[in-house]
């Protein structure tokens, strides 16, 4: 697509739905691309489907109307989803998805096949939200779309300092600026603040953590009883990835935790000498080169031994070279 105009011609009705267990940029791309729509065309009836996710988008307008639940017997026109990287990763609108006249998926993942009728996904990019600008019209983009669209791009290069970082990701983000938000309000609230409980999880995942094949591979887990314990669900525990990534030496991090008896969900981070979307992708899963994510089944060792089998053997490749 050159712009999301193109795919509107004749629509009545627009259904839009993100990945399960939103972060930033699949809650901004959602968002922004909603209020782009209420805002610009207000002709199409715009429904967005997201599971729930933490308080700290509260800021972004209209974020209440969101629907968390797919209740309502409906045929959208067209329905886009957004930073969604393989169909069984839609959350909650999945039989909207199917019955829809037409589908668009809007990604940056690298490890996104092509799942609907239009695909316009740019592996190349920092975030889905970056992506979902260069089909807007700028002069159409009111404040509450770029406070979302901001909310992405901040949260998927981990506030640019990731390698996916490029000129434009900046010049994107110094045009969103200009819309006067408060840019450094979203960026301490939305990425860096954490809940006292949630320091504590951290706190533990850190000192129980693993550091394996010769310090290059370091692993944090939580059992679904010490998450009880705490009472904490998965979207608490953004962030807990990055840091184990921060630890010198390492190459590769992985944070895993229990959703179920022995079922995991899996995030995966690099520093550049691993592509974790391979592994990702091997094991069921999908991302970027140096974050990805899956979910196994399995003891936590079984998990782990999975996992580093892999990362064993990129590195021994990389030392081949």
């Known amino acids: ?16 739905g993100g990945h ?4 930033g940029d699949c809650v901004g791309s959602c968002m922004a691309l909603y209020l782009y729509l209420r805002e610009n065309f207000p002709r199409i009836h715009t429904d967005v489907y997201l599971d729930k996710m933490q308080p700290v988008f509260s800021y972004i307008d209209r974020i209440d109307e969101i629907k968390h639940e797919a209740g309502e017997e409906i045929s959208y026109d067209l329905f886009i989803t957004c930073d969604v990287s393989a169909r069984h990763r839609l959350a909650i609108a999945g039989e909207y998805f ?3 006249a037409r ?18 996904v740019r592996g190349e990019v920092s975030s889905a939200c970056e992506v979902l600008y260069s089909l807007l019209d700028p ?18 290069t981990g506030v640019f300092q990731y390698s996916s970082t490029t000129p434009d990701t900046m010049r994107i983000a110094g045009e969103l600026m200009k819309f ?4 450094s309000r979203i960026i301490e609230e939305s990425f860096y ?8 999880v951290m706190g533990r995942v850190l000192t129980e953590s693993l550091l394996l094949l010769d ?7 939580l059992k679904k009883r010490d998450m009880d314990f705490y009472g904490v669900e998965g979207t608490d525990l953004d962030g807990v990835v990055s840091q184990l990534r921060l630890t010198a030496g390492v190459e590769v991090a992985i944070f895993l935790y229990e959703l179920k008896p022995q079922y995991f969900k899996v995030s995966l981070r690099s520093n550049g000498k691993v592509d974790v979307s391979r592994i990702a992708v091997y094991l069921g899963g999908g991302g970027h080169v140096k974050a990805a994510g899956c979910e196994l089944n399995g003891s936590v060792h079984d998990v782990i031994n999975n996992i580093t089998e892999q990362v064993v053997l990129q590195l021994q490749a990389g030392g081949e070279e």
Do not use: W
């Open 103 to 120: 589908t668009v998926c809007i990604d940056h993942h690298v490890s996104n096949a092509g799942f609907a009728e239009v695909n316009h």
């Open 180 to 183: 006067g938000f408060d840019f």
């Open 193 to 200: 603040e954490k809940t006292y409980v949630q320091n504590q």
């Open 20 to 23: 399960v267990r939103p972060d």
């Open 215 to 221: 310090g290059k591979c370091i692993v944090g887990y």
């Open 98 to 100: 199917d019955a829809a």
């Open 1 to 16: 697509m050159r712009n999301i105009e193109e795919v509107l011609e004749n629509v009545k009705t627009v259904g839009i």
């Open 139 to 156: 002069e159409k983009i009111s404040r509450s779309v770029a406070t979302a669209l901001y909310t992405g791009i901040v949260h998927d």
